[in-house]
Antibody
Framework: EVYLVESGGGLVQPGRSLRLSCVAS????????MHWVRQSPGKGLEWVAG????????EYAASVKGRFTISRDDARNSLFLQMTSLKSEDTAVYYC????????????WGQGTLVTVSS | QSALTQPPSVSGSPGQSVTLSCSGT?????????VSWFQQRPGKAPKLIIS???QRPSGVPHRYSGSKSGNTASLTISGLQADDEADYYC???????????FGGGTKLTVL
């Protein structure tokens, strides 16, 4: 069975940085594109960033471009999201999500990690 | 690009069928067959129930079906059960400018 376990969320002040991690198991990690998707409290879903199986394609939503960096470590079956210059509007549950294959859509989701940006 | 458009709420009685709509444009829903639907229960992560417009992942009941006509995708749930009560989100690939767009979600109430 496929599992995705996120960590690294918490309370952070505006302008500061935070790094999220996601450990994957139950599938061949380096065969799949991976993504981060967030959900603000009581709101809908927003795709944040994604990268292809070989990191050859890396893309970001306009709302985070230039501030967030997505990366992967296939040796550790891990996905990361480095978030800098955080804003209050970045407050959300961040989900690590496995792609169906390669930018087809979203398959399995982790349980999410809450990031709260507040002074 | 704007989010996809879903009705905020839909309701139905047990045993009935309901159809949830998801409206986009030719740049997203109408332009690609990469439309997915997710079910989300309170406090839980979204769960994939339909991919690629109409494909049901293993383990998803046959009561769930997806389709697309032009710029609008639809999710039909037949034989409604109390357990179907949840929020439902559509999602579409939207090309190299926006990549993935979600709808605002539809809250399904089983009366």
């Amino acid at each position: 069975e496929v599992y995705l376990v996120e960590s690294g969320g918490g309370l952070v002040q505006p302008g500061r940085s935070l790094r999220l991690s996601c450990v994957a198991s139950g599938f061949t990690f380096d065969d799949y594109a991976m993504h981060w998707v967030r959900q603000s409290p009581g709101k809908g879903l927003e795709w944040v960033a994604g990268l292809s199986w070989n990191s050859g394609t890396i893309e970001y939503a306009a709302s985070v471009k230039g501030r967030f960096t997505i990366s992967r470590d296939d040796a550790r079956n891990s996905l990361f999201l480095q978030m800098t210059s955080l804003k209050s509007e970045d407050t959300a549950v961040y989900y690590c999500v496995k792609d169906l294959k390669e930018w087809n859509g979203f398959d399995v989701w982790g349980q999410g990690t809450l990031v709260t940006v507040s002074s | 690009q704007s989010a996809l458009t879903q009705p905020p709420s839909v309701s139905g009685s047990p045993g009935q069928s309901v159809t949830l709509s998801c409206s986009g444009t030719s740049d997203d829903v109408g332009g690609y067959d990469f439309v997915s639907w997710f079910q989300q229960r309170p406090g839980k992560a979204p769960k994939l129930i339909i991919s690629d417009v109409s494909q049901r992942p293993s383990g998803v009941p046959h009561r769930y079906s997806g389709s697309k006509s032009g710029n609008t995708a639809s999710l039909t749930i037949s034989g409604l059960q109390a357990d179907d009560e949840a929020d439902y989100y559509c999602c579409s690939f939207a090309g190299p400018d926006s990549y993935f767009l979600f709808g605002g979600g539809t809250k399904l109430t089983v009366l």
